[in-house]
């Protein structure tokens, strides 16, 4: 039922939190493991703090980046308790649930991102992301274990997998939403494009290249309407030389 999730996790530090986390996936038949450069992996700690889930652990994927880790993944959310200067989307573990959980239908790849167990996720790495998402609690000690924020999101994700939501970020007819690689490259493109025809400069293309990614993230291209972006970019660089 929930196949098309991953939970990703990026440098943590400690393996015992690798091993709570597979315990928590198992918890809710989320079986897709990703692991970006963790600090020590395998290891007896995290297989001892798994608790039976040896099969989470044994099959988890070990990327160098966070990009390898979701280019194959139509929807990325990114966990952070901290607020950002430019806003991002916002869900709630409970709204995300219901937003990209049917009953029946796996809508799409979908990544969850959780950052270092000290400093979450940077910058570049939310660039990644179409949404931020949070888990509400209090305000006054919102610092949640890596284990039991993932323990939370996979909870409702779980609950949401007995439940049809119509309102899903999948009905875009009969094309497949474009994967993050393909974004990436999009990305790449169009910052090239933009370079060439004199709009971006480098003092300010990395703030304005953000806010554009915040633009095509919310709208959920999907491959065909890529591919006309694309073509769109190279007519203008052809047309520029």
Not at 19 to 43: D, H, Q, Y
Not at 181 to 195: G, I, P, V
Not at 208 to 230: C, G, H, P, Q
Request: charge should be neutral; include cysteine; hydrophobic fraction near 40%.
């Amino acid at each position: 039922m929930l196949s098309h999730i991953k939970i990703v996790l990026v440098e943590t530090s400690h393996p015992g939190n690798i091993g709570g986390v597979a315990r928590a996936m198992k918890n809710m038949t989320i079986e897709n493991l990703c692991l970006v450069s963790p600090k020590t992996f395998p290891s007896a700690d995290a297989t001892s703090r798994a608790s039976g889930a040896d099969n989470i652990l044994s099959s988890a994927i070990i990327y160098d980046s966070l990009q390898d880790a979701v280019a194959d993944c139509q929807v990325v959310l990114g966990a952070s308790a901290r607020d950002r200067t430019i806003s991002w989307p916002v869900l709630t573990a409970r709204e995300c649930a219901e937003k990209f959980v049917t009953g029946t239908t796996s809508i799409a790849k979908i990544a969850v991102v959780f950052g270092r167990e000290n400093s979450g996720l940077k910058n570049h790495e939310l660039d990644l992301c179409h949404y931020l998402l949070r888990i509400p609690c209090n305000s006054e000690y919102s610092s949640l274990n890596l284990a039991a924020a993932v323990q939370v999101v996979c909870y409702e994700l779980f609950v949401a997998s007995g439940q049809r939501v119509e309102n899903t970020i999948g009905d875009k007819g009969d094309e497949s939403l474009a994967t993050m690689k393909q974004m990436e490259l999009f990305y790449e493109h169009f910052q090239q494009t933009l370079t060439d025809i004199g709009f971006l400069h480098e003092d300010k293309s990395q703030s304005i290249m953000r806010r554009l990614r915040r633009i095509f993230n919310r709208i959920a291209l999907d491959t065909k309407e890529l591919d006309i972006l694309r073509g769109i970019l190279r007519f203008s660089q052809n047309h520029n030389k």
